[in-house]
């Protein structure tokens, strides 16, 4: 059953904490903070070889946040919100990763982080309740307490696309960048895929690179970032303004300050009420600024069809070739049932001389050529590959790790027809191990930082509940998550996101079950259930008293 070897179990350290955390990046290391505050022994693993996640592995030219700074940024210390300068509405990833590291020095946290540490393996071992986590190199950990803090979007998809491996150029995914970067001085470059990180980094590699071709499967719809610096009076004004702009944000729909939702129907307006809307939520340069435009964007089809009609016509008032435009405009799938993209000069770069766009939608890529991309017969040239392919999202990073709970059970077989939680914090079956930002809970929907601060609390206070009544196991009920997961999919039922095929449900990795895995109920409803489920002692768990205390408590 295991699949850890036993002769190299036996000369590997083992070390004995209070919790073990899978994850450095904004939940890991938040989460360190608040157990180690809690008295806990923990430590961190982390496979990077440094602090950061998402934010240590997303080096690509242009990678930015698409939350604003001010939101996207923790909030749980006063003197860190207020000491650290924000320098752009929208920072670029060194500022971001500079960020982490400032927080992982003020709050002591890298002694106890292992970096250069991929876990492999978790275990549950039901006599002493206790939790056995294994390491790439041998090393074990033991602790009663297991957090996965390992990132919705970490487990970075090659495409399944013939002689990958042939082609003898440079390539690179966008999620696994180079810490050195690359210079495409002078090169021919070909990038693969056209989601945020594709629409991020073209503009910047089609700056450098002496020539630049797109291969476009699927449009995205992006819209403007209108990303520009911070002024020093309006960052003041922010700061003091924190404790409202926070107090908003934990009760909103999707966890940003500035923007509300309309009350209206955007079937009741007039064409010129409607363009004014619109265009004032274009020029408000944020994610969520036309999805919320009206209240029934993602609702209603004919609505959803007035925004996307509204940003086929941007494109084409920004793209010079009327027949490359056209090729831009997306089709075939609702305004933001995939995710939005932010724009920074995406749409303005195929007016360049140097950069070309093939639409693969309907001749996909044929395979990799040793010289390049060969589509419908005609081979691509390039010097260097970009695969901008996305994630398997969500679950991957959790399916990469052998997850085994009660009776030896694993995870990746529980969710083999799709994954199943309460709250996206624990499944059942696997006492003591929880998620953050897990598959069922709105993380990816949200501003994420938000969200993980939500749920770093939710398992802090729930941990701390246990240890003050001698619990030594916590686990959802099997009840309490089919009732979880019903809603779940009621709450998206009622939408439109699976008329896309997105990776929100797992339609962009073969084979991977159909299933909406994000809630889309809001943030602000979401932590009223999981508050009220923990002021009712941890209702939908079973908590289990230990040895002085062998029956369940409540
Ligand atoms: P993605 O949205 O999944 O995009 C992957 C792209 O690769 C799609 O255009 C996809 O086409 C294409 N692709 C995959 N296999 C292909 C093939 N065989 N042939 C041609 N094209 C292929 O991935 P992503 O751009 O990395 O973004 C994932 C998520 O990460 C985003 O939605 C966002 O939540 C987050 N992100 C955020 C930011 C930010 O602004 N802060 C930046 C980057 C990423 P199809 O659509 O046809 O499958």
Redesign the pocket.
Known sequence: MSEMPAGSREAAAVTQVDAVIVGAGFSGMYLLHKLRGAGLNTVVLEAGDGVGGTWYW?RYPG????VESFDYSYSFSEELQQEWEWTERYPAQPELLRYLDHVADRFDLRRDIRLGTRVTAAHYDEAAARWTVRCERGEEYRATWCVMATGC?SSA?L???DGIGSFSGDSYH??NWPVEGVDFTGKRVAV?????????SIPVIAEQAARLTV????A?FAVPAHNRALEPGEVEEIKNRYPELRDHTRRSMAGVSRVRIGRSSVLEATADERQEVFARAWAAGTLFGLVTSYRDVMTDRVANDRVADFVRGKIREMVDDPDTAELLCPRGFPFAA??V??DSGYYATFNRGNVHLID?SEN??DRLSEHGVVVNGTEHEADVIVF????D?MTGSLAAIDIRGRNGRSLRDKWSAGPITCLGLQSAGFPNLFFVAGPGSPS?LSNMVLSIEQHVEWIAGCIGYARERDVISVEATGQAEQDWVRHVNEVSAALLYSEA?S?YLGA?VPGKPRVFMPYAGGVGAYRKRCDSVAAAGYEGFVLTGGPARSHQVR
Request: one cysteine or more; glycine letters at 10%.
């Open positions: 997303n990678a930015r946040v698409d979007l998809q495409p399944a696309i966008t999620a693969i895929g056209t989601g945020s990180s594709g629409i991020q291969f476009q499967r699927t995205s995939k995710r993209c932010l693969v996909p890529i901008a392919t996305g994630f999202a990816v095929n990776w962009n």
